[in-house]
């Protein structure tokens, strides 16, 4: 149960909505009840808002987290947060997470909600976060880490597109959390079109190092993985336009396309090993694990996005922390910082050996 409260600068009284009053999926008599005619609203509540600095009620109103956390919450005057009966349909995405929406915002508005809590806060932060720690890295790789090892001039070019798309990546889905809630269905799926895209493009920056440092003596086979992925993505792109493409007839068809770019890259992964003479390769001891690590973190973090879990099993108790779209959020920023750190000590391992003369004369 979610419960609103505040100051009515007309009336002077402090004011909260029942949630059990909504009538037709409206609220309706939001900023009408006093906090003590709300039969909702139990006995602590009621004492903690009334004792509530009047000061502190005049500047905002506050918000109840569920029924497990009670914290006081900013939130930016001309907004309000809706349940999942009262948003627009384009923003019924998953019923479990049943309160906490931002809905029907203009542009700026929606920037402004960056600082409020609902239920798209921890995936805005998560990744703005994100986006700052692979700008970080960035500047760290090209101050310190590849001049110290010895980079040439393509190790530069290789992270940068690297950190580059896993920016983008980062970006666009901050602008879809931050932008789904617009009051024009058309910006928002415009919106959820880039976040999608940008997916794409965070899973071409795990492509361009993995297989440039994988195949780093195998000049054929690294262009032409590199060709084919550059290729794939590129479909993927084309797919996107589809007018039906962001439907939810095509949910399955979506996940279906993404799961299967990401999960070709076992083909160069076992290329790799048998390239390398197998799995007593020293190479092949070094690295593989850490590719392992990846396929689970990434296994991990695919399956909370389509299984909803854990809001699944807890409704309305998830809304705001602890959903199963954070958990995939942050599992992805894991995933990237994992690779990036991977594909530094490929490098290294790189710079440090020369490249076997069977197979670096093809
Ligand atoms: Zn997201």
Redo the contacts with the bound molecule.
């Keep these: 149960m979610s419960l609103r409260f505040g100051f009515d600068e007309l009336t002077g009284r402090t004011w909260t909505r029942c949630p059990n009053k909504d009538v037709d999926g409206r609220p309706a008599t939001d900023a009408l009840a006093s906090p003590a005619s709300c039969p909702w609203t139990r006995g602590a509540e009621n004492k903690m808002l009334l004792k509530m600095p009047q000061k502190l009620l005049k500047s905002a109103n506050y918000i109840e987290l569920g029924s497990y956390q009670h914290w006081p919450v900013l939130i930016p005057q001309n907004i309000r947060l809706y349940t999942y009966e009262q948003v627009p349909l384009f923003l019924k995405e998953n019923p479990f997470i049943t309160d906490g929406y931002r809905a029907h915002l203009p542009s700026k508005l929606c920037l402004r909600s960056i600082f409020m809590m609902s239920n798209e806060t921890v ?1 805005i932060w998560s ?1 703005l976060l994100g986006f700052l720690l692979f700008f970080y890295l960035g500047v760290n790789d090209v101050t310190s880490t590849l001049p110290a090892s010895g980079a040439k001039r393509e190790d530069y070019v290789i992270y940068a597109i690297g950190l580059f798309c896993f920016q983008v990546c980062m970006l666009c ?1 901050v602008g ?2 931050l932008f789904a809630c617009h009051r024009s269905e058309k910006t928002s799926r415009r919106w959820l079109a880039l ?1 999608y895209a940008g997916i794409s493009v965070g899973i071409l920056g795990c492509y361009v190092p993995g297989i440039f440092y994988a195949f780093y003596c195998n000049a054929f086979w690294r262009q032409l993985y590199l060709l084919t992925v550059l290729s794939l993505i590129l479909a993927v792109f084309c797919a996107q336009v589809h007018p039906r493409y962001l439907s939810n007839d095509w949910r399955h068809i979506r996940v279906a396309i993404f799961c299967s770019v990401a999960g070709i890259s076992v083909i160069p992964a076992c290329h790799w090993v048998g390239v390398n003479g197998g799995f007593t390769c020293e190479v092949v001891q070094l690295f593989l694990p850490r590719v392992i690590v990846m396929y689970l973190i990434a296994g991990s973090a695919f399956l909370f996005y389509v299984t909803k879990i854990p809001e699944r099993y807890f409704p309305g108790q998830l809304n705001y922390l602890g959903a199963s ?1 954070q958990v ?2 942050i599992l992805v920023v894991v995933m990237f910082y994992w690779w990036h750190q991977t594909a530094v000590h490929m490098m290294q391992f790189r710079h440090s050996q020369p490249c076997p003369a069977l197979t670096s004369s093809s």
């Design positions: 995936n990744h889905s879809y959390h976040d779209h995939w959020h």
